[in-house]
């Protein structure tokens, strides 16, 4: 951006946000030029740190009348270029719009500002005998799991983010603030603009509230652990479980590597087979332990080798823990590899068809990495590795990306589950859409955003 007008717009933000929220140094836009992804990180000019909506509305203003870029930012913890600000400009750091504004106790939700990361939220929420269900891997913002459409374990079960979302407070590109949905469970009136904005990658509006829907903790739960002679034998048993009416709380499918990376943790020492994780949740203790029979009968037709049930809290919070950690235990093993993270969901009939073919991929390619899913929703995640400088090596991760992506939709299903579109997927938008589909989507952000300002590069 070219200096003197660099100056008049940080002049014009101390204005709104107070001189110490703007930033132009270099660790500010070093640490909000880049997510978790492999993808080239791309600077901003600018980092504000806004405190209420008002201000956010008069940041978007300011930006849309000069024609600036504007990118949000929750935790930066997304996994397909999501926040990266391809063409500058401001980035929007939610970090202090983090308050919880209300516990709707007695209805089961909670308004939010939309810097709060969930897992601190969960802890608040924990003293009401509540909870928020969705749950990524990384302590990740609401915002950003509402701009993401954020999913995660317990999905299954508590569906994902855009499920658990009853209203929004939008701030538009123009800068005018508006309000979707309602607090009714039941909503019927007029277009669902909330779950428009859900999953949009801050491409149509900035999230300045969000209120959720919440859960009761459970009483009773239960972890089990299966294991199996191959992963497609794994992927079968997922089908089963969920064909026989039984209602898990998770089911994740880990591949035999996956199981040795977690096993590097200490805390956690499971067989190294491929297996799956799962956890039930019930109202008695009773009707838990006829579920888990039935669970094991099930994985007993599938040819599990391997069945423990009943597995208590503490080392049930360290199998979810060690779960939740494996992207970052990947990534630590690898820490000088280009890294491609596959996000495919496909109809549950499908998944072992998905999960054998994409088992047989690593052999074929000759790619290491390991595969792992949200198997009980029919998502399936590999990361494959690949040395930095061996242009020939990263040919051959896009390949396996472009072959996964390919089998998932011709199953039916999808080439993004949880992650998003960010950069990565928006090559396979048309395969997936369709020309007519895809103009629809343009059309709307050329409503919401004529100028572009909105996270421009993203989605479509
Ligand atoms: C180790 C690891 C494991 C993960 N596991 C999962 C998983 O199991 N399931 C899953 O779904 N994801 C997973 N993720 C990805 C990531 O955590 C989610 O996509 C999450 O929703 C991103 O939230 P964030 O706060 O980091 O958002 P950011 O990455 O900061 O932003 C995400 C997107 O939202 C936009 N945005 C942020 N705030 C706002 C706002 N207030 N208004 C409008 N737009 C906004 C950004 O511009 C960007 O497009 C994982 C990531 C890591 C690193």
Same mark, same amino acid.
């Given at each position: 951006m070219e200096a003197t007008i660099l100056a008049q717009l940080t002049n014009a933000l101390q204005q709104i946000v107070g001189a110490e929220h703007v930033s132009s140094a270099d660790s500010d836009r070093n640490l909000h030029a %880049?997510?978790?992804?492999s993808h080239a990180a791309h600077l901003p000019d600018l980092v504000v740190w806004p405190e209420t909506t008002a201000q956010v509305s008069q940041i978007a203003r300011l930006a849309n009348e000069n024609q600036v870029a504007i990118t949000g930012w929750g935790a930066g913890s997304s996994l397909e270029g999501n926040t990266i600000p391809l063409r500058g400009g401001i980035v929007i750091d939610f970090g202090r719009m983090n308050r919880i504004l209300a516990v709707h106790q007695n209805d089961f939700q909670v308004t939010v500002q939309p810097g709060i990361f969930y897992k601190d939220m969960n802890k608040t929420l924990a003293q009401y005998g509540l909870f928020f269900a969705p749950d990524p891997g990384a302590n990740a913002s609401v915002g950003g799991m509402v701009a993401n459409n954020a999913a995660g374990t317990r999905t299954v079960r508590y569906g994902a983010t855009r499920d658990n979302i009853m209203a929004l407070e939008v701030v538009l590109a123009n800068g005018e603030v508006i309000r979707t949905g309602s607090r009714s469970v039941k909503q019927s009136a007029g277009y669902d603009l909330t779950h428009l904005f859900t999953g949009s990658e801050g491409t149509l509006g900035l999230i300045t509230e969000a209120t959720l829907k919440l859960h009761p903790l459970p009483e009773h739960f239960s972890a089990v652990v299966a294991a199996f002679a191959s992963t497609p034998a794994a992927a079968e048993a997922v089908y089963g479980i969920i064909g026989s009416g039984l209602n898990p709380a998770a089911l994740e499918l880990l591949d035999a590597d996956s199981v040795r990376y977690m096993n590097t943790l200490e805390s956690v020492d499971l067989p190294e087979r491929p297996l799956l994780l799962m956890e039930f949740h019930g109202a008695s203790a009773a009707t838990i332990t006829a579920e888990l029979e039935l669970v094991r009968q099930v994985c007993d037709d599938c040819g599990c080798t391997y069945f423990e049930a009943g597995v208590g809290r503490d080392e049930r919070d360290r199998l979810w823990e060690g779960r939740h950690k494996l992207g970052e235990i990947l990534f630590r093993i690898y820490p000088d590899s280009i890294y491609l993270i596959t996000d495919v969901a496909v109809p549950i009939s499908q998944y072992p068809v998905l999960a054998a073919y994409t088992n047989s991929l690593f052999a074929e390619l000759h790619v290491k990495g390991a595969l792992f899913g949200h198997a009980g929703d029919g998502n399936l995640h590999t990361v494959a590795f690949g040395r930095k400088d061996d242009a020939a090596q990263q040919v051959v991760l896009q390949t396996f990306n472009d072959r996964v992506v390919q089998k998932a939709l011709a199953l #039916? &299903? =999808?080439? =993004? #589950?949880?992650? #998003?579109? &960010?950069? &990565? %997927?928006q090559k396979y938008m048309v395969y997936e859409h369709g020309e007519g589909a895809i103009a629809v989507m343009s059309s709307i952000k050329r409503l919401f955003d004529p100028n572009n300002i909105l996270n421009p590069g993203k989605v479509v």
């Open positions: %880049k997510d978790q992804s #039916g &299903g =999808t080439c =993004t #589950g949880e992650h #998003g579109v &960010g950069i &990565g %997927k």
